[in-house]
T-cell receptor
Framework: AQSVSQHNHHVILSEAASLELGCNYS??????LFWYVQYPGQHLQLLLK??????LVKGIKGFEAEFIKSKFSFNLRKPSVQWSDTAEYFC?????????????FGGGTRLMVKP | DGGITQSPKYLFRKEGQNVTLSCEQN?????MYWYRQDPGQGLRLIYY???????QKGDIAEGYSVSREKKESFPLTVTSAQKNPTAFYLC??????????????FGEGSRLTVL
């Protein structure tokens, strides 16, 4: 079974700082990768996803993530964060062979952006 | 508007009581899922269903039960056998088939507190 690790549990940044949240997974086969975001009081929503092709994927609100297969990583980045990026971020992986479409989630990273 | 509706948003229960959480979707999705969210542990899969009248256990199914009598509905019962039921419960859905699928759509969640 696959597992997902998010090494940073809490991150505090000032506005305009750059962001990188780490995500590593353990699974030897082909995967689909996702980042979800949960803003305070709102439901989880998809930030970006990787299925195949260009390993650098761009999502909403200026976020991007890079899939590095050799490192089993899918780190999330944003060049300049805003106060409105304060949220909890979850990395998730799906084994492509998994017909049930079940996602395995990491433990989440709480990001606080100070104005 | 299409979406997933969970109810109730907040629920209190005494120890020893069963409680049922509702999840309804009008997205015409085949597959539905129940996740449990605990701080620092991310989302863990309780049960999932890919088709009406069929469902499978997830990683932490003990103490929970589900049914899938209609495509739109996937209620979760938290039984008295669940040792630590206080948590935030999330329902999700997606289209079933295809290798490059897996994007989940989430409801707003139900917060259960056992007194």
């Amino acid at each position: 079974a696959q597992s997902v690790s998010q090494h940073n549990h809490h991150v505090i940044l000032s506005e305009a700082a750059s962001l990188e949240l780490g995500c590593n997974y353990s699974y030897g086969g082909t995967v689909n990768l996702f980042w979800y975001v949960q803003y305070p009081g709102q439901h989880l929503q998809l930030l970006l996803k990787y299925f195949s092709g260009d390993p650098l994927v761009k999502g909403i609100k200026g976020f991007e993530a890079e899939f590095i297969k050799s490192k089993f990583s899918f780190n999330l980045r944003k060049p300049s964060v805003q106060w409105s990026d304060t949220a909890e971020y979850f990395c998730a992986v799906k084994a492509v062979e998994n017909a049930g479409n079940m996602l395995t989630f990491g433990g989440g990273t709480r990001l606080m952006v100070k104005p | 508007d299409g979406g997933i509706t969970q109810s109730p948003k907040y629920l209190f229960r005494k120890e020893g009581q069963n409680v049922t959480l509702s999840c309804e979707q009008n997205l015409n999705h085949d597959a539905m899922y129940w996740y449990r969210q605990d701080p620092g542990q991310g989302l863990r899969l309780i049960y999932y269903s890919q088709i009406v009248n069929d469902f499978q256990k997830g990683d932490i199914a003990e103490g929970y039960s589900v049914s899938r009598e209609k495509k739109e509905s996937f209620p979760l019962t938290v039984t008295s056998a669940q040792k630590n039921p206080t948590a935030f419960y999330l329902c999700a859905s997606t289209h079933r088939q295809g290798r490059n699928t897996g994007e989940l759509f989430f409801g707003e969640g139900s917060r259960l507190t056992v007194l």
